[in-house]
Structure formats: structure tokens, C-alpha cells
T-cell receptor, first 110, second 118 residues
Framework: QKEVEQNSGPLSVPEGAIASLNCTYSDRGSQSFFWYRQYSGKSPELIMFIYSNGDKEDGRFTAQLNKASQYVSLLIRDSQPSDSATYLCAVNDSNYQLIWGAGTKLIIKP | GAVVSQHPSWVICKSGTSVKIECRSLDFQATTMFWYRQFPKQSLMLMAT?????????EQGVEKDKFLINHASLTLSTLTVTSAHPEDSSFYIC??????????????FGNGTRLTVT
């Protein structure tokens, strides 16, 4: 059974600090990696995607991928209360099936 | 870019009736669309994969005769919940992947449809 695991949280971070969200996956042949943000009662919204080892930055967000260790992370700099949401990690496995993590609830405290 | 429109946003229907939900990719073509369901405080659950011009592929445990999926064009997929019952009340979300992007391109989600069956 291919799995994507995330800490369910909640992860509480002070406003202005860096929030670090982590995700591990079981299929070593996984191809592509996605982070989605989901506000309560809303549908998921794509934040970032990454395909290659290393870091990818987009504004306050940085995705980090380490295929050898099978983890992908999302860093949010200068966290804002509006960043409070559930963050979903999704991984395209070696068969191009999208496997979802259960999500980490992030709370940014003013 | 990559906008997915889902309609209606919410619907209330009586037990035994059918409800149709539309999902459109507005600015891209989508050979494949995906239908998810999400119960309160639970994870996204994939119901089925909708393929343009062919039959949908349903996940284990999802009744294909109850959840009818039609993907008649590269920009439109519909989900019909037939003979709805209160236990079908949920948040239904469609998503689409750009045809030109390949299997590794991201999914783009519609805003979801909240179905309440009374």
C-alpha cells in the first residue's frame, strides 16, 4: 500500500515566524510532488509543485524535495494569520496515481 | 490560468431525487477529470476518474450506478448522484489536469458542491 504521511497537527506558529510542514512518501519511484492549501469548507488550492531534488521558491513559499530520504517539505516564511489552513501533500507515484496525505492543520497565532 | 468551474456551489434536495453537478475547465483542455468527496473533518476521497470519450474508472466501494459520470468533451464532466439519500450528503469536488501537461502536471480544483439530502 503506497502511502503519503503527514503530521495531522495542529501546528501552531507565531505570526512572522517560519512554518515548516513535512511529508514522507513510501514509493521510491514517485515522480512529482504537490502542496495544496485547504481552508475549512473550501476546496484545495495549489500552492506549489516540485519535480527535482532541491529547493523551489515562490514568494514566501519554499518547497524542498529529498528523493533519497523520501520526504518533501513546505516552508512558509513570514507566516500570516491568513496562512492558517490545512496543508495537503500529494505525490504522483511510479504509476502516476496521485496519493494524498491526510493534511497538517496549521494555525498562525497573531 | 487553469481555472475549473464547478456548479452548483450548493444544493439541497429531497431523498430519492437526482442531482447533477457540472465541472468545466474554462481555459484549458482536460482529457482527465477527477471527482472527490469529502466528509466533514475527513480527508479527500477519490471517487472516480473521468476520461473524455470513455467510461469512468471508479474507486473500490463507489457505486457506479449511483454516481453517474459523463465526460462528453475536453472541457466538461458531470457527476449525477441518482436516488440521493441523506448519507450522500457531502462536499463533492472536481479537479482537472491539463491535457498538454502530462501525468506529472498538477490538478486544479473546482470550488466544490455542498450537497445536502433531506
Amino acid at each position: 500500500q503506497k502511502e503519503v504521511e503527514q503530521n495531522s497537527g495542529p501546528l501552531s506558529v507565531p505570526e512572522g515566524a517560519i512554518a515548516s510542514l513535512n511529508c514522507t512518501y513510501s514509493d521510491r519511484g514517485s515522480q512529482s510532488f504537490f502542496w495544496y492549501r485547504q481552508y475549512s469548507g473550501k476546496s484545495p488550492e495549489l500552492i506549489m509543485f516540485i519535480y527535482s531534488n532541491g529547493d523551489k521558491e515562490d514568494g514566501r513559499f519554499t518547497a524542498q524535495l529529498n528523493k533519497a530520504s523520501q520526504y518533501v517539505s513546505l516552508l512558509i516564511r513570514d507566516s500570516q494569520p491568513s496562512d492558517s489552513a490545512t496543508y495537503l501533500c500529494a505525490v504522483n507515484d511510479s504509476n502516476y496515481q496521485l496519493i494524498w496525505g491526510a493534511g497538517t492543520k496549521l494555525i498562525i497565532k497573531p | 490560468g487553469a481555472v475549473v468551474s464547478q456548479h452548483p456551489s450548493w444544493v439541497i434536495c429531497k431523498s430519492g431525487t437526482s442531482v447533477k453537478i457540472e465541472c468545466r475547465s474554462l481555459d484549458f483542455q482536460a482529457t482527465t477529470m477527477f471527482w472527490y468527496r469529502q466528509f466533514p473533518k475527513q480527508s479527500l476521497m477519490l471517487m472516480a476518474t473521468s476520461n473524455e470519450g470513455s467510461k469512468a474508472t471508479y474507486e473500490q466501494g463507489v457505486e457506479k450506478d449511483k454516481f453517474l459520470i459523463n465526460h462528453a468533451s475536453l472541457t466538461l464532466s458531470t457527476l449525477t448522484v441518482t436516488s440521493a439519500h441523506p448519507e450522500d450528503s457531502s462536499f463533492y469536488i472536481c479537479s482537472a489536469r491539463e491535457s498538454t501537461g502530462g501525468y506529472n502536471s498538477p490538478l486544479h480544483f473546482g470550488n466544490g458542491t455542498r450537497l445536502t439530502v433531506t
